[in-house]
């Protein structure tokens, strides 16, 4: 076996997937199923210091519906600040005037490339223009109160784990 190969299984809209023969730094050799993904943006848009905006989405892959941060993956070459923002329109129908990196993580690296890039998004503010949503979403956006949102999470009925995450910085 060569040191590394990787053979292309899938191609789909947002990702591909490969089987990688390799041989891992402590001498094993294997195969792995990796899922090559460009990388997303998660919103954290605040219309107040004390209130965050989540939106309510069904989740074909759970079978339900989940209230969850906004979030999209980066088109192909797209700056992340230019795809926070462009989300923020398309998922919560509002524009911000900052966005400010929070962090940068990966979801799940032991089996996907892709990073989520957190940013607070604040100075929101409805344009005189609509965004159109990808066709697969219908988004019910609401704004919570920081202390509604960790009583929901304490409560289990917040999920998603990059909610959850996200406001752990919010303290």
């Given at each position: 076996m ?5 053979t ?7 990702f ?14 294997t ?23 989540l ?5 074909h892959?759970?079978g ?13 070459g ?28 990966y ?44 009583a ?5 009925d ?10 752990q910085?919010?303290?």
């Open positions: 060569s040191e590394n190969e990787s292309l299984e899938y191609t789909g809209r947002v591909t997937v490969t089987r990688d023969r390799v041989r891992l730094p402590h001498g094993v050799e195969v792995m199923d990796i899922v090559r993904h460009r990388g997303s943006v998660v919103l954290i848009p605040m219309p107040d210091e004390a209130s965050v905006i939106v309510r989405q069904y989740r892959a759970i339900q519906h989940v209230w969850e941060l906004p979030a999209g993956s980066l088109e192909p797209e700056d992340a600040v230019a795809a926070a923002l462009r989300e923020c329109h398309e998922e919560i129908g509002q524009l911000a005037t900052t966005a400010e990196r929070v962090a940068s993580l979801p799940s690296p032991g089996y996907t490339t892709e990073v989520m890039h957190f940013y607070k998004l604040t100075g929101l503010h409805v344009p005189d223009h609509a965004a159109e949503q990808d066709e697969d979403e219908h988004l019910e956006p609401r704004t919570f109160g920081l202390g509604e949102l960790r929901l999470v304490a409560a289990g917040i999920t998603d784990m990059k909610t959850v995450a996200a406001l910085w919010l303290r």
